[in-house]
C-alpha cells in the first residue's frame, strides 16, 4: 500500500504561482510514476502531470510550460510548481502514484484562482 498526503492549496489571484506538495509513504518501493490530476466542479478528473521513475515528465497543452512537476526520492516527496495561474486551472488537484498493480490516490487539495 501506498499513502499519499498533498498539500499546498490556496487562494491565489490570476497570474500567481503556488506550489504543491506530495508526501509518498509506506511501499514507495512500488511506485513505477507519480503524477498530478485535477478535477473542477462539473468536470472530468484530467492529468495534469506526470513523472516516471527515470525522471521523464509529461504535461498536456493546457499547461505546458506553465506546471512542472519534480520528485524528490530521497525526501518520497512530488512537488507541482504552478505559475501563471488562470482562473479555469481552480480544481481540485490531487496526487497520484502508480505501480505495476495498483493506482494510488491522496485527499486533494483545493487550488482557486481569482480574476
Known amino acids: 500500500q501506498v499513502q499519499l498526503v498533498e498539500s499546498g492549496g490556496g487562494l491565489v489571484q490570476a497570474g500567481g504561482s503556488l506550489r504543491l506538495s506530495c508526501a509518498a509513504s509506506g511501499s514507495i518501493f512500488s511506485i513505477d510514476a507519480m503524477g498530478w490530476f485535477r478535477q473542477a466542479p462539473g468536470k472530468q478528473r484530467e492529468q495534469v502531470a506526470a513523472?516516471?521513475?527515470?525522471?521523464?515528465?509529461n504535461y498536456p497543452d493546457s499547461v505546458k510550460g506553465r506546471f512542472t512537476i519534480s520528485r524528490d526520492n530521497a525526501r518520497n516527496m512530488v512537488y507541482l510548481q504552478m505559475n501563471s495561474l488562470k482562473p479555469e486551472d481552480t480544481a481540485v488537484y490531487y496526487c497520484a502514484a502508480r505501480s505495476s498493480t495498483d493506482d494510488y490516490w491522496g485527499q486533494g487539495t483545493q487550488v482557486t484562482v481569482s480574476s
Open positions: 513523472i516516471t521513475s527515470g525522471g521523464s515528465t
